[in-house]
């Protein structure tokens, strides 16, 4: 019985890894260039009571709000209230084009202002509200064949919109103060 021991102790076997080896050399490079490396915007929000609180120190004479609804967007001067202009949209036509003609004409009168407020119905998406705030922080124009990306109003605060019945004024007699201090 003895005997058996010994035997079982001077028979040492010894690990053979290569195989293992061979097959992380290969899968660690393939794993490391297929992998997705995701990128992660972070865009900085103010809430408006602080922002209103901030601006009763400066002598800024305009500030833009936006109020939006499911079926329109509503510009509006935010120290005033009064309205400048509404743009009807729809889910299937949400009138871009009049929104960004519209607004590219507020930062050509008010090229200093860079604050504007969203004003959000509870029924709005979020997907509308990004889109939103893409058109309103920046635009891209081809000059000269390059495309050039022009800053619109990147400061963004955002609330919710008011009720229906507290806009009691017209939208023609904004967007006509409007006009009349562009000239």
Sequence with gaps: MKLVRRNRMQETVELNITA??????????????????SRMTVLDLNLPALDAAANENTEEKFRLQLVIRQDSFLFQDGRTGIP??????????????EFDEFIKRVKMKFPDSQDIALLLAKDVTYNTMIEVMDHVRSYD???????????????????????????????????????????
Excluded: H
């Design 20 to 37: 293992f080896m061979n097959l992380m050399v290969i899968l660690v490079p393939f794993l490391l260039i297929t992998a997705v490396f």
């Design 141 to 183: 124009d081809v000059v000269a064949a390059t495309l050039e990306t022009y800053e619109l109003f990147p400061n963004i605060s955002i609330g919710n919109a008011p009720e229906i019945s507290e806009q009691a004024t017209t939208v023609e007699a904004g967007a006509g103060e409007l006009e009349g201090e562009a000239q």
């Design 84 to 97: 400048l202009k509404s743009v009807t949209r729809s889910a299937e036509n949400p009138n871009w084009k």
